[in-house]
């Protein structure tokens, strides 16, 4: 997991508010409004799916006990929203993390414990 | 008056007030404190005006703790000292850095920030510091750059000053002052080989003096300051040991301890949120007038943690710096505005624009033309002026835009594509290297000893045993984590630490350059060498100057609080003597 990882998601914030963008909205009003897919809208937000899903699969071996989708979704802790709604409460959720430093560490990268479980997503989905 | 040693017959005694051993940074600051004066001062300096590798040789040692510069590269030995190479950055100390800190074992000082503020003052006009303000909000208004925003709390940005490099050697500074001062008789090729104390050991009477030429003189004087720096200041005390086996003032085994540097390295990769991202205010850059094609005062800032944050992590000072990383479809721009022909581009508009002649003007004007010439090859043939040929403007124009700048560097010269990499404010950045340094802990352990090897005089030569402790590496993850925190925090970008939080330091690991402790101040003997007036304990007319009095390092750079000591002791001296 390099730094290259990193620039290309969303040209940085690993997972956060710069990732969690417009375009890939667009996906979601259609995918994304299916019955009990909200595993699948997380991930969507990823621009760059592949590189999410490296991060996610480190968190998953360090947090091997996360390895379930219901326990990672009750970790985020958001509700099926509009998608701007999901994507305003991810941002400030990811963001309040950074504030009251609830990070992990995968490979020295400090991410908010939110950005690190939709990656998880995203490797599980 | 400047006297060459190698003059003075075998056998002489010479008498004197004050007698300073050393002429580096602290020792020409007292020397110039007492300059004009009612009171006879000499200065011994080892090397003379000029380096010379036999006279620097004497300050080899070994190093066996971990790894360290060459010792003899670490100080520099002719008149002007450590100063003949010093980068020029300044700092004071912070009120924290004085404080007894109960999770830092041997911190505090004997004085505080307070007490030491009007030295720095005299300090900062002695070093050659333009301004006397270092407040972050000071600078940013007069800025056109920015620093980054953090939320308030944990991370503040400090600012260091950088001496104008003609203005870094104290030697140049003060030789003409103290060759010109009546009262001060600096004698070169000079080097100490022993202070004589009377049989009681609690006063010096004599310095030993011996040139690499053979002769050999004493010098007699009421009070001795020694002044050559950490390493050789403690050299020259376990040297004097003809009457106290241990050395002089090592009564209770302290001279040569808690030696200290700033241990610093890469320690992380910032990945940008933007990489438009604006971190000049983290690089040296001149302030005032606007403009890198114009000087102002230079300043530089680094990430730091406030106090408030120090004292509920339980960790030392700690600074970051920020260094961009541009990315490399521009190097040949970024490298185009470090050239020669940007330099006398600069030059010549300076001069042009004071109303000035500039020097080297033919020198400037051909770095100039040879620059523009560049594209003579691309220019439109038989044209009545030197036009570029449509095709090469064609290319720099349709070129991607990040490579756009490293075509218009390659067909037009350094000149061209400086000028538009001004118009357009910087390349993308590709990461932002994290380089940091942390205040090294007082360690009783890292210290300087006597080798069993002896240098061309006898003495033995130093022995170096560097050690960092725990709570230096410490210190230096939890000031990454909040870092990587709060830059996530604030939309940054995210924080790789690439530094292993083993008890391991990497092969990378450097000091800055900054020797310090080993004759520490204390107002318990058992603790330090010298006092709280920068007097040897039991010894009533030997004092020490420099940062080898520091009892702990801060993080900052040390040449602005060593000078203010010095200054401090030259008052101190002066009421003596009243």
Sequence with gaps: MDRRIFLLLGGVGAVGGALLGAPHLSWLQSAGQREGSLQGRLAALFRHQASARVIGGTYLQQHPREKNVRHLLAGIAVSPASDRELTIALQQRIRQDYVEERVVKLEGWILSVTEARLCALTALA | MFVDSRTI???????????????????IALAHEFAGRDVRVSVLEGGGREFDAETQAFNKGRSIGTPYFPLDAAQLRYFGGTTN?????????NDIDFESRTWVPDSGWPLTRAELQPYYQRAQV????????????????????????????????????????????FATNYGQELEQAGNVTTYLHANLTELETNETGNMVGEAHVSCLSGNQFKLRARYFILATGAIENARSLLNSNRRHATGLGNHYDVVGRYFMEHPRLVTGILAPANRSMSLEFYSPHRVGLGGALTEGDEISGYVSLSAETLRKEQILDVQMSLAPVYDPAYAACTRGLRSESVASTRVLLRAFRQGQYPNDLRKHLTNVLDDMARWRDRAV??????????????????????????????????IAAATYMEAVGRPPLDHVQVTTRVEQAPNPNSRVTLDTERDRLGLN????NWQLSELDKRSMIRALEILGAEVGAAGIGRLQITLPE????????????????TTRMSDNPRKGVVDRNCQVHGVHNLFIAGSSVFPTAGSGTPTLTLVSLAMRLADHLKARMT
Excluded at chain 2, 85 to 93: E, T, V
Excluded at chain 2, 386 to 414: H, K, T, Y
Excluded at chain 2, 461 to 464: F, T
Excluded at chain 2, 502 to 517: I, S
């Design chain 2, 85 to 93: 190479h010093w980068g020029g950055l300044c700092r004071p100390s």
């Design chain 2, 461 to 464: 030569r130093a022995q170096l």
């Design chain 2, 126 to 169: 002695a070093c050659g510091v333009h301004s006397a303000e270092w407040g972050r909000d000071y600078w940013l208004k007069r800025d056109r750059y920015k620093a980054l925003t953090f939320q308030p709390g944990r991370l503040e940005t400090r600012v260091v000053q950088v001496v104008p490099r003609a203005q870094r050697r």
């Design chain 2, 502 to 517: 083993d008890n391991t330091w990497p092969e990378t690991l450097r000091g800055g350059w900054h020797l310090m402790g």
């Design chain 2, 9 to 27: 017959p075998t056998g002489a005694t010479l008498e004197t007030d004050i007698c300073i051993i050393g002429a580096g940074a602290a020792g």
């Design chain 2, 381 to 414: 043939t038989a044209a009545p002026i030197p036009l570029p040929e449509p095709e090469a403007i064609s290319r720099v124009w349709q070129a991607d835009p990040d490579e756009r700048a490293a075509f218009l560097c390659e067909v037009f010269g350094d």
